[in-house]
T-cell receptor, first 111, second 112 residues
C-alpha cells in the first residue's frame, strides 16, 4: 500500500504559480500518480495523472522525476477559486482500489 | 450528460436503525466505490465493486454492506447505525483501472 506525504497546508496569492510536492517513496512499478481537488461539501474531482516525466493539461502540470519517489503538482496563476484541498494518490492497474487519500494539502489563495 | 448521483444528500437517524444510501451512475462504469470522510480527514475506502455481483471490503468495512445487482447502482447499507458512523459518504465510479474516479456530491449522515 503506497502511502503519500504532502504538506498539510499552503498559502498563496492570486496570480502566483503554486507547486505542491508529494512524496511516495514506496511507489510500485505499475503505479500511476494521480491528483484530485476537493472543494468544501463536494466530492473530489480528478485533476491530472501521470506515470513519468511531465504531463500537462488545461488546468495543471505534473512533474515526476526519474526515480518517481516524488511528484509536483503545478497550478499556474492561481485564483481565489483554486482554494481547495489537493490530494496526491498513488496506485495503478492492479491495486487502484487501495488508493490512500490521506489528509491532502489545504491550499489557501489570498487576494 | 452522464453522471453519478447520491441520495439522500442529508439523513438523520437514530442509533440501531438500518440505513441505506443510494448511488446511481449513468456512465456504465464497471467499478464503483464507497468512501467516508470525517471532519478534517481524507477519504477512507469502505467497499468497492468491479462489476455485477462482485463486492469487496475496503479499509473500514465493519458495520457496512453493499450489493451490486446491476451496473448502475451500488447501495451502501448500515445494518445497525452507530454514532461512530456519523460522516459524509461519497460514492465514486471508474472505467479504467488507473485511478480516474468520478465522485458523487456526497451524503451527510448523522446518527443520534
Amino acid at each position: 500500500l503506497a502511502k503519500t506525504t504532502q504538506p498539510i497546508s499552503m498559502d498563496s496569492y492570486e496570480g502566483q504559480e503554486v507547486n505542491i510536492t508529494c512524496s511516495h517513496n514506496n511507489i510500485a512499478t505499475n503505479d500511476y500518480i494521480t491528483w484530485y481537488q476537493q472543494f468544501p461539501s463536494q466530492g473530489p474531482r480528478f485533476i491530472i495523472q501521470g506515470y513519468k516525466t511531465k504531463v500537462t493539461n488545461e488546468v495543471a502540470s505534473l512533474f515526476i522525476p526519474a526515480d518517481r519517489k516524488s511528484s509536483t503538482l503545478s497550478l499556474p496563476r492561481v485564483s481565489l477559486s483554486d482554494t481547495a484541498v489537493y490530494y496526491c494518490l498513488v496506485g495503478g492497474e492492479y491495486n487502484f482500489n487501495k488508493f490512500y487519500f490521506g489528509s491532502g494539502t489545504k491550499l489557501n489563495v489570498k487576494p | 450528460d452522464a453522471e453519478i448521483t447520491q441520495s439522500p444528500r442529508h439523513k438523520i437517524t437514530e442509533t440501531g436503525r438500518q440505513v441505506t444510501l443510494a448511488c446511481h451512475q449513468t456512465w456504465n462504469h464497471n467499478n464503483m466505490f464507497w468512501y467516508r470522510q470525517d471532519l478534517g480527514h481524507g477519504l477512507r475506502l469502505i467497499h468497492y465493486s468491479y462489476g455485477v455481483h462482485d463486492t469487496n471490503k475496503g479499509e473500514v468495512s465493519d458495520g457496512y454492506s453493499v450489493s451490486r445487482s446491476n451496473t448502475e447502482d451500488l447501495p451502501l447499507t448500515l445494518e445497525s447505525a452507530a454514532s461512530s458512523q456519523t460522516s459524509v459518504y461519497f460514492c465514486a465510479s471508474s472505467e479504467k483501472n488507473t485511478g480516474e474516479l468520478f465522485f458523487g456530491e456526497g451524503s451527510r449522515l448523522t446518527v443520534l
